[in-house]
């Protein structure tokens, strides 16, 4: 599991590694519920959270500066190669634990969809958007 690095390095380790090429994007601006600018943002502490969860799983967290997903306060995506891709907000600095077992449920899914069953509730509540992979775009256009 890596928190930083290029693509490349990122692909060939969940390669090597057998990891099920799950990512999670935690946004790291996010601020909490006071609004503060103050750094660490709280962003940043549930990002923290996710990379500790991720050790041992072989799950790749990833932060980015903006989601876009502001008025939902912490937010969050899990993403995998051809399925669909899940938007999460409502999110605590203490969710990090969930979104790691989110993206252990979806590297289990067979049909590209992220379980509702054995998803953790901030994950069912939270839930922003479900995007489709470009592929299934192409397929019915």
């Known amino acids: 599991m890596k928190a930083d ?8 380790d969940a390669h090597d590694l ?3 090429g799950v990512t999670i994007l935690v946004c ?11 750094r660490p943002r709280a962003g940043e502490h549930l990002a923290q959270g996710a990379i500790r969860a991720a050790a041992p799983e072989n799950i790749t967290v990833r932060q980015v500066e903006c989601l876009g997903n502001c008025k939902r306060r ?9 399925s669909w891709s899940y938007v999460f907000g ?3 600095t203490e969710s990090g634990p969930d979104l790691i077992t989110g993206a252990k449920l979806f590297a289990t899914s067979t049909d590209g969809i992220l379980p509702w069953r ?8 939270g839930l922003v958007a479900r995007i489709p992979p470009l592929d299934f775009l192409k397929d019915n256009s």
């Open 5 to 12: 690095g290029n693509q490349t390095e990122l692909a060939e």
């Open 18 to 20: 057998g990891a099920p």
């Open 28 to 38: 790291s601006s996010c601020r909490d519920e006071t609004g503060s600018d103050a």
């Open 74 to 82: 912490l937010s969050a995506a899990l993403l995998r190669d051809g």
């Open 90 to 92: 409502d999110l605590t």
């Open 118 to 125: 054995g998803r953790p509730d901030s994950l069912k509540r």
